[in-house]
């Protein structure tokens, strides 16, 4: 299968989850993106972000042959351990931000948007609020990582002043790290 069959068929695999999963949330995605606020996730939201994070991932899993790290991650422990926040829309989790920080640097681990509600302003939202938070504890630069097929993110990141550091293989998987100043 040609690299176009392949986004197509991921396109309409994802057409066909939309429907599926929550079809109210893409009405309201367009009129709340503005309003709705990012909370600081608790442990009882661990198995929501889950789900929103599979919603958010599942195309790739075909253009990777494999399911990408953050649905495979463990919600509890980031929200235990890390900097975990979400969005809600209609009651539902439909974004998760993770931050994990150390002495070293902030990095932006995972920014998920629910397949309906993506291209709403959500994912934009939660990486200016990852920039915001990591600005506010000092950090000079925050960092991210993304899969080396996920081609659309990396223009993504690229426009939003993210540049590319180094490419890794890393617990199975390409990775493309980048970075922003946080002036």
């Given at each position: 299968m040609t690299r176009p069959d392949r986004d197509r068929a991921d396109a309409d695999e994802n057409e066909r989850f939309t429907a599926y999963f929550h079809p109210r949330l893409s009405a309201?995605?367009?009129?709340?993106?503005?309003?709705c606020p990012i909370t600081r996730a608790v442990s009882q939201d661990a198995c929501a972000m889950r789900e929103c994070v599979r919603a958010a991932y599942r195309h790739y899993v075909r253009r990777m042959g494999k399911e990408p790290g953050p649905m495979l991650d463990d919600y509890a422990g980031r929200v235990e351990k890390d900097e975990a926040y979400v969005i809600r829309l209609a009651g539902k989790i439909v974004g998760v931000l993770v931050l994990i920080m150390d002495d070293q640097r902030c990095l932006l681990d995972n920014v998920a948007v629910c397949s309906e509600c993506q291209g709403r302003g959500l994912g934009r939202k939660l990486i200016d609020f990852a920039e915001q938070r990591a600005k506010q504890l000092g950090y000079k630069q925050i960092e991210l990582y993304t899969h080396e097929v996920m081609t659309e993110n990396i223009e993504i990141y690229k426009r939003l002043g993210y540049g590319i550091t180094r490419r890794v293989s890393e617990k199975?998987?390409?990775?493309?790290?980048m970075q922003k100043p946080l002036w």
């Open positions: 309201l995605a367009r009129s709340m993106s503005e309003t199975g998987y390409e990775r493309i790290y």
